[in-house]
């Protein structure tokens, strides 16, 4: 679904740039029957794109090491190659209560009403990109215990199979109103971004 999404966007992007090549090269004679067509054609993408289909993505990063990620915690849990080793991992954890391969990019994210918010797991591993009211831990204990985020994000306790991005999966929102909006990650709770929306 996401593919297609982008797909689209895609498609819409070139139409604008189809259009306004052709308003430029326009003779004072009129467009020809082809032209017409034409426009008939990329009318619809380019209004999606008039629209405000103009998208944010964050890119969710993680450097783990297969190896010893799928030999603690299971085969097919790191699916990317070479990397943090999973001791390193929780070692780094420990110390500084997070770890930079972790993380969302960027961080701060300004927007307006109307266009797409876009998560895209560009990692490893499995995360999520979940809206929470106050940052706060996750579902792992031991990652909560390790970067002292006890409280849990209640929003964390709720995810649906489809809040999980697996790697290369992506999610997409529409961002309806304005405000400050919080993401984070209910694996990783270190993984966090915040959107600023402002009205249209
Ligand atoms: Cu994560």
């Keep these: 679904m996401s593919i297609r999404f982008h797909s689209l966007v895609i498609l819409a992007g070139a139409a604008v740039l189809f259009a306004g090549c052709e308003n430029n090269s326009s003779q004072p004679a009129g467009p020809s029957p082809v032209g017409n067509a034409q426009s008939a054609v990329l009318a619809e993408p380019a ?8 998208q944010h993505v ?3 990063f993680d450097a783990c090491d297969p190896e010893t990620f799928n030999a603690a915690l299971g085969a097919g849990t790191c699916t990317r190659s070479g990397g943090v080793r999973f001791a ?4 780094q954890v420990g110390k500084h209560h997070s770890i930079g391969g972790w993380h969302f990019a960027p ?4 927007m307006r009403v109307g266009q797409m918010l876009v998560a895209e797991n560009h990692g490893g591993e499995t995360h999520t990109f979940t809206e929470v009211d106050k940052f706060g831990g996750g579902i792992v204990p031991l990652l909560n215990q390790l970067t002292g985020l006890t409280e849990v994000a209640p929003e964390c306790t709720q ?7 697996a790697p290369g999966a992506s999610s997409s929102e529409e961002e309806k109103d304005a ?5 984070q990650c209910c694996i990783h709770p270190w993984m966090r971004a915040e959107v600023r929306i402002t009205a249209k």
Excluded: I, R
């Design 58 to 60: 964050v890119t969710l």
């Design 47 to 54: 209004q999606l794109a008039a629209q405000g289909a103009s």
């Design 107 to 110: 961080p701060e994210v300004t």
């Design 179 to 183: 405000g400050v909006e919080k993401y």
């Design 159 to 165: 995810l649906k199979t489809k809040n999980f991005l």
């Design 88 to 91: 390193t991992f929780l070692d």
